[in-house]
């Protein structure tokens, strides 16, 4: 059973520090989307990548959010200085197709705590 | 830019049938209307995937009209199980990239 994974599934940071998510995409898929939850934002699409090509990232904060698909088996989402205010669940989806709105499958989240 | 508008929650019983609708007002011509549900402490799962008019699978309905300005996910005799947050996705019309999820509807299945 094809799933996404994502490493960690917690992490506690200190505000100002590095973070530095993985993803392993389900084999095959082209399609990579990061995603963003909280409380008062509900789910929010930080950027997605298509044969490795990053198609939208509008929804990254620029400054300190950055990602990148260094193979087709991996995608980073990296943050720094990472501060409060960037306390989430943050979710990895992979799909294969050309639409947009394509089935995803999500991986399971990490946790992100900035104190 | 494409909006979406759901409930924010609702509340029904066991057995009985449920629909959402979600209204979405300039999405993509040539792209699915598709639809999510997610349990506390999981990412959303796939429900249901349609273009137009009625879907149909193992586990839920899609109704979408012809303008396809909304949609309505129809879920029958609902169990405590389908207690969760269901969403729907649409791609927006003016930017072949940008991807909309609606807010959320918190649906409650009371025994």
Same mark, same amino acid.
């Given at each position: 059973?094809?799933? *996404?994974?994502?490493?960690?599934?917690?992490? *506690?940071?200190?505000?100002?520090?590095?973070?530095?998510?993985?993803?392993?995409?389900?084999?095959?898929?082209?399609?990579?989307?990061?995603?963003?939850?909280?409380?008062?934002?509900? &789910?929010?699409? &930080?950027?997605?990548?298509?044969?490795?090509?990053?198609?939208?990232?509008?929804?990254?904060?620029?400054?300190?959010?950055?990602?990148?698909?260094?193979?087709?088996?991996?995608?980073? &989402?990296?943050?720094?200085?990472?501060?409060?205010?960037?306390?989430? *669940?943050?979710?990895?989806?992979?799909?294969?197709?050309?639409? *947009?709105?394509?089935?995803?499958?999500?991986?399971?989240?990490?946790?992100?705590?900035?104190? | 830019?494409?909006?979406? !508008? @759901?409930?924010?929650?609702?509340?029904?019983?066991?057995? @009985?049938?449920?629909?959402?609708?979600?209204?979405?007002?300039?999405? =993509? !011509?040539?792209?699915?209307?598709?639809?999510?549900?997610?349990?506390?402490? @999981?990412?959303?799962?796939?429900?249901? @995937?349609?273009?137009?008019?009625?879907? !149909?699978?193992?586990? =839920? $309905?899609?109704?979408?009209?012809?303008?396809?300005? +909304? $949609?309505?996910?129809?879920?029958?005799?609902? +169990?405590?199980?389908?207690?969760?947050?269901?969403?729907?996705?649409?791609?927006?019309?003016? $930017? $072949?990239?940008?991807?909309?999820?609606?807010?959320?509807?918190?649906?409650?299945?009371?025994?």
């Amino acid at each position: 059973d094809a799933r *996404v994974t994502q490493t960690p599934r917690d992490k *506690v940071t200190e505000m100002g520090q590095e973070v530095t998510m993985r993803c392993q995409p389900i084999l095959g898929h082209n399609t990579v989307f990061w995603y963003r939850q909280t409380m008062m934002q509900g &789910l929010e699409l &930080l950027a997605y990548f298509r044969n490795r090509a990053p198609l939208d990232d509008s929804g990254m904060p620029k400054d300190r959010f950055s990602a990148e698909m260094p193979d087709a088996t991996l995608a980073t &989402l990296k943050i720094q200085p990472s501060e409060p205010r960037d306390s989430a *669940v943050y979710f990895c989806a992979s799909g294969l197709g050309t639409g *947009v709105a394509d089935t995803q499958y999500f991986g399971p989240g990490t946790r992100l705590t900035v104190l | 830019l494409a909006k979406t !508008t @759901q409930p924010i929650s609702m509340d029904s019983y066991e057995g @009985q049938e449920v629909n959402i609708t979600c209204s979405h007002n300039n999405i =993509a !011509t040539n792209d699915y209307i598709t639809w999510y549900q997610q349990f506390p402490s @999981q990412g959303p799962r796939f429900i249901i @995937q349609g273009y137009k008019t009625k879907v !149909t699978n193992e586990v =839920a $309905s899609l109704f979408i009209p012809a303008d396809r300005k +909304s $949609s309505t996910l129809s879920l029958p005799r609902v +169990s405590l199980s389908d207690t969760a947050v269901y969403y729907c996705l649409v791609g927006d019309r003016d $930017s $072949s990239y940008k991807l909309i999820f609606g807010s959320g509807t918190r649906l409650l299945v009371r025994p």
